[in-house]
């Protein structure tokens, strides 16, 4: 049990570029969720996945933002035309049912938006 | 919905002293109701979580929660503080939506504890 692991770490860019983060679950966790935490708040819900099929999704989501969890282990969350309150920490979480359902969170992702 | 309200975004304590953070929540169904610690520029351990069963909760690092539904809080409590503890502590509840069986997360907005030699 290796935890979750995001990547990348740090990430800053300019305003209207694309941005794509990656978060790899504890092996076996079928269940994945994204947060977004933006400075001096709790995380934010942003969406959450079970197995490859992404079952709810916060109005926090614009348009701009896409995520996918294409065989059910890695997840991907992009960014389109990226603005400046776009910058946060997004944090990645999995759990599984034979735990509870507890979730463990990745270290997460700092977006810098220039 | 349910919501999440830490009291104090601040809380200083000297070493060795009783630490106490103050978490209330809302939910209209039995919640399950957990503690998470995240130090700088790290992402959230959890500390400790109350899923019905004993009200009093103990987790890691010598800290315990007690879930008294009459109040609806459950607040964080450690005997005697260490430096160690200075981070960053988020309060949240999670009711499984019905007809599902999962459940996000809504947050407080945390409180930062101080700990002074």
């Known amino acids: 049990d290796t935890g979750v692991s995001q990547n990348p770490r740090h990430k800053i860019t300019k305003r209207g570029q694309n941005v794509t983060f990656r978060c790899d679950p504890i092996s076996e966790h079928n269940r994945l969720y994204w947060y977004r935490q933006t400075l001096g708040q709790g995380p934010e819900f942003l969406t959450y996945?079970?197995?490859?099929?992404?079952?709810?999704k916060s109005r926090l989501l614009s348009d701009r933002f896409s995520a996918e969890r294409p065989k059910g282990s890695f997840s991907t969350l992009e960014i389109q035309r990226t603005e400046q309150g776009d910058s946060a920490m997004y944090l990645c979480?999995?759990?599984?049912?034979?735990?509870?359902?507890?979730?463990?969170f990745g270290p997460g992702t700092r977006l810098t938006v220039l | 919905a349910q919501s999440v309200t830490q009291l104090g975004s601040h809380v200083s304590v000297s070493e060795g002293a009783l630490v106490l953070l103050r978490c209330n929540y809302s939910s209209s169904v039995p919640p399950y109701l957990f503690w998470y610690v995240q130090y700088p520029n790290q992402g959230l351990q959890l500390l400790l979580k109350y899923t019905s069963a004993a009200t009093l909760v103990k987790g890691i690092n010598g800290f315990e929660a007690e879930f008294k539904k009459s109040e609806t809080s459950f607040h964080l409590t450690k005997p005697s503080a260490h430096m160690s503890d200075a981070a960053e502590y988020f309060c949240?509840?999670?009711?499984?939506?019905?007809?599902?069986?999962?459940?996000?997360?809504?947050f407080g907005q945390g409180t930062i504890l101080t700990v002074h030699p």
């Open positions: 996945f079970q197995n490859e099929a992404q079952l709810e």
């Open positions: 979480a999995s759990s599984s049912l034979r735990g509870s359902d507890t979730q463990y």
């Open positions: 949240a509840v999670r009711v499984n939506a019905g007809g599902t069986s999962y459940g996000k997360l809504t």
